[in-house]
């Protein structure tokens, strides 16, 4: 019960936060969205307590498993804090503004590599997975550059290597799916990792092809967000039966 009630307040904190934050973003947009991260680190927790309360039993690699996954999402909320103070101070700190997007994907290339190994050794490894993050990332780019024209500049490397690892993180988790038979906590894993992949999407959009419309701020908002409060509330579920 608490899992989800913190997930609705995370939801909540999210509405308050697309409706204050602008172009220009602000102090008190930044800390809602802060508040919002903390919710889903916070839903993590509450699901680890409720799981556990669930099974009566915690396994060694179920709670590396869930170790690892809150690692990743306190990632995310050093990614966010970030990447937030970009827009914060835009105008004031120019000269930071690519340090802040450096840091921010560096804390979500980090959280995904706990994410990825984390799936990898609780549901098991397919080196198929690489081959196919590989293809997906290839693809992702050519796409971004030939066809929709966004020009990375200094970030085409590190936007490499982190479609690499959003897309590896994916199909981890279809692995892990075929894996676990498509189990509750995988399903949740899956449609976590699916929405990551297309938020980051429309905020390469934003950040590479200029476009900072407010409706691809709220999209790109409500796709993280989602995935991020999905992958929280996975650990609710791993390790039952079904």
């Known amino acids: 019960m608490i899992t989800y009630i913190l997930l609705a307040l995370g939801g909540v904190s999210l ?7 602008g172009k220009e973003g602000g102090i008190v947009p930044a800390a809602l969205k ?48 970030a990447l937030d103070l970009k827009i914060t101070y835009l105008e004031s700190n120019l000269r930071h503004s690519d340090l802040y997007t450096y840091m921010g994907m560096t804390a979500f290339a980090i959280g995904h590599v706990f994410y990825i ?41 590190p936007s490499i290597v982190y479609a690499f690892l959003l897309t590896l993180f994916l199909a981890s988790t279809v692995a892990a799916g075929i894996l676990a038979c498509f189990s509750v906590s995988v399903i949740l894993l899956i449609c976590g990792a699916a929405l990551f992949l297309l938020s980051d999407l429309a905020l390469s959009v934003t950040y590479f092809d200029g476009n900072d419309s407010r409706l691809l701020i709220i999209v790109n908002h409500v796709l993280y967000y989602a995935a991020q409060f999905l992958i929280a509330l996975s650990l609710l579920y791993v390790g039952l039966p079904f």
């Open 117 to 157: 190994v984390a799936v990898g050794t609780f549901f098991g490894f397919s080196a198929w997975t690489l081959l196919i993050a590989a293809g997906s990332t290839a693809a992702i780019i050519t796409g971004s550059i030939f066809l929709m024209k966004m020009n990375f500049g200094k970030f085409l490397i």
């Open 15 to 21: 509405i308050f936060f697309l409706l204050l934050r």
């Open 34 to 81: 802060t508040l919002t991260s903390l919710f889903f680190v916070g839903t993590a927790i509450a699901a680890i307590v409720g799981n556990y309360n669930t099974t009566g039993t915690v396994t060694f690699s179920k709670l590396a498993f869930m170790g690892l996954v809150v690692m990743g999402l306190v990632c995310g909320l050093i990614g966010d804090f």
